[in-house]
């Protein structure tokens, strides 16, 4: 209903005869109207809520009507009663009601609030609420723009993550008519650093212990932010250990308590230290590990020399490479071990002034070459394992820790053996005797051959001096042919022995392969060798005995001394 609906039932104009009592009435109601202006954000009550809009009364002749969607947006309806703020579009309509607007009240109310931070340089508060093109859209109650340089102090590699976030900014760019808006949370942030910058330089001073944030992480050390300043926790100070790189320790983002080592105030360079808020493992280093001491370790380097082992972090010992075995000598540490493996240690000596202790693999057990004499005697059988095969002979493994020495000279009674390949193969399992052992030098030396019998200590009984044998050519030389009699026993047949007639080559006559019987001339047991002969089978029809009552044999002894001549001289 229009408030000025009972005044069209009082009479006349004034001045016209009109009733002294309307005329009153017409007072009161004037000055219970106020004035407003189209375009003005005014306050009004709620008076009633409808299924389809409110009624809000601003002092004005009549109500004004708002659409009920216009709170639905906002959230929630006013109560009858309450106060709210409006926009005065129009004074009247066809219906002669006010028109007004919660919506566009809101909007200008927002657009003020920004217009005001933005005169007063103070920060707003919005929502990100997506992604666009060169940075981020922000709900500050009007849709404002967020560049992407001025997101944070640093490059921000993902604008995404910050969908969501509420932030605080503030207006650098302001244009209402347009309804653009251009933000900077850098702006805030920088002067939110700087206000704790000057409070931390108020408080900081040297040996204070305080927490920060890791910022940037570098091959020589990790920046943390103090609060506005950042400090340096180089590499070294982030641990009394071996420290790799230190993204091994500490990662960007992670809250660290550290120690201020030192503070420039003219330059703002502070210095920090992390392993400082704990002691110095080598003050107490004689007590925890004094010679003598059996404990565990990992290898944490490797050189020419031996192992470095961390006994803990920041405590390290060294295993010389005479200190890793009793019985092998090891040319390098990674014969024995590898980084990262654990092992256990003697310790042998410690320096704490010089920072080093001197650590034995080899003392954790005992020495087996000090008992050595009483399990292997010389002459005595074992068996053993080839561990390694060189060009004079074979390492036979006897147990953990105790090789022997079987030496190409010691493995065959007859072969003349080049490589000890040509016999044994590495891993085999092979019996030997022993021939010598010294302790002191921790040496065992091995034979093969000398388990079975050495067929040339009977070889003058079964091929005596003119007894006709029968054997294979198994190689020529320029002086002859050696001939196969026994497995392991050859002779030789020397070239001034094959014929009567003279022979410039072996071969002119014989062939690798050949079967002949031949005539023995000459046995050297000592020095292993058997001449034998061919043309003076023509001359042994009668038995040594009577060519010996004949004279035969002075005549066939002078032959063969020539001819043994002839055979130590081309076999040397």
Do not use: C
């Not at 202006?37 to 009364?57: A, K, N, Q, T, Y």
């Not at 080049?418 to 030396?445: A, M």
């Amino acid at each position: 209903m229009k408030k000025d609906e009972p005044r069209q039932h009082l009479g006349g104009p004034r001045g016209e005869g009109g009733d002294p009592a309307e005329e009153r009435m017409e007072d009161w109601y004037q000055s219970g109207v106020t004035e407003f202006e189209e375009g003005e954000v005014v306050r009004g009550r709620v008076v009633h809520i409808g299924s389809s809009e409110v009624l809000v009364d601003v002092g004005y002749k009549s109500e004004g009507a708002i659409p009920i969607e216009e709170f639905h947006r906002h959230g929630s309806l006013p109560k009858v009663g309450e106060e709210i703020e409006v926009y005065l579009e129009a004074k009247e309509d066809s219906e002669g009601l006010i028109v007004l607007s919660k919506d566009k009240a809101d909007k200008i109310k927002v657009w003020d609030a920004i217009t005001q931070a933005y005169e007063k340089g103070a920060p707003v508060e919005g929502r990100v609420v997506e992604v666009v093109k060169g940075g981020l859209a922000v709900d500050v109650g009007v849709k404002a723009f967020l560049p992407g340089s001025q997101v944070d102090l640093r490059p921000v590699k993902n604008l995404a993550s910050m969908v969501g976030q509420t932030i605080r900014s503030k207006v650098i760019k302001l244009n209402r008519r347009r309804g653009n808006v251009v933000l900077s949370r850098r702006s805030v942030l920088e002067e939110e650093r700087e206000e704790k910058k000057k409070h931390t330089l108020q408080v900081l001073s040297e040996g204070m212990v305080l927490t920060g944030t890791v910022k940037n992480i570098t091959d020589y050390g990790a920046f943390i932010d103090l609060g506005g300043i950042d400090g340096l926790l180089h590499v070294t100070d982030m641990s009394w250990g071996r420290v790799g790189h230190p993204s091994e320790i500490f990662q960007v983002g992670d809250q660290v308590e550290v120690v201020v080592l030192h503070f420039d105030r003219e330059t703002g360079r502070v210095s920090l230290g992390y392993k400082q808020k704990s002691s110095d493992p080598w003050e107490r280093v004689e007590k925890t590990y004094a010679a003598g001491t059996k404990t565990k370790g990992k290898v944490v380097s490797l050189t020419n020399y031996g192992a470095f082992i961390e006994l803990e972090p920041g405590v390290e010992g060294l295993v010389h490479v005479s200190e890793m075995s009793w019985t092998r000598r090891v040319r390098h540490p990674s014969k024995l071990v590898n980084v990262a493996d654990e092992v256990d240690v003697i310790v042998l000596d410690v320096n704490r002034a010089a920072k080093r202790i001197s650590l034995g693999m080899k003392q954790v057990e005992p020495d087996p070459w000090a008992t050595i004499e009483q399990r292997y005697k010389p002459g005595a059988r074992m068996m053993g394992r080839v561990r390694n095969l060189t060009d004079f002979g074979a390492f036979i493994e006897l147990e953990p820790g105790v090789d022997g020495l079987l030496h190409i000279s010691d493995m065959s009674w007859t072969r003349n053996v080049g490589h000890p390949s040509e016999i044994l193969k590495k891993g085999q399992e092979i019996e030997t005797q022993i021939l010598n052992l010294d302790r002191d030098n921790k040496r065992i030396s091995l034979g093969l051959k000398q388990i079975q019998p050495d067929p040339w200590t009977t070889v003058s009984q079964r091929y005596p001096m003119g007894s006709r044998v029968t054997g294979k050519i198994v190689r020529l030389t320029d002086f002859g042919a050696f001939v196969e009699l026994e497995p392991g026993v050859d002779g030789l047949l020397h070239i001034s022995q094959m014929s009567n007639r003279p022979i410039g080559r072996p071969d002119e006559l014989v062939s690798v392969g050949d079967e002949l019987t031949l005539l023995v001339i000459r046995v050297d047991a000592n020095e292993r060798r058997i001449g034998l002969s061919l043309k003076e089978l023509a001359h042994a029809i009668e038995p040594p005995k009577e060519m010996e009552e004949r004279g035969g044999g002075r005549r066939g002894q002078g032959r063969r001394g020539k001819h043994r001549d002839d055979y130590e001289d081309d076999e040397e």
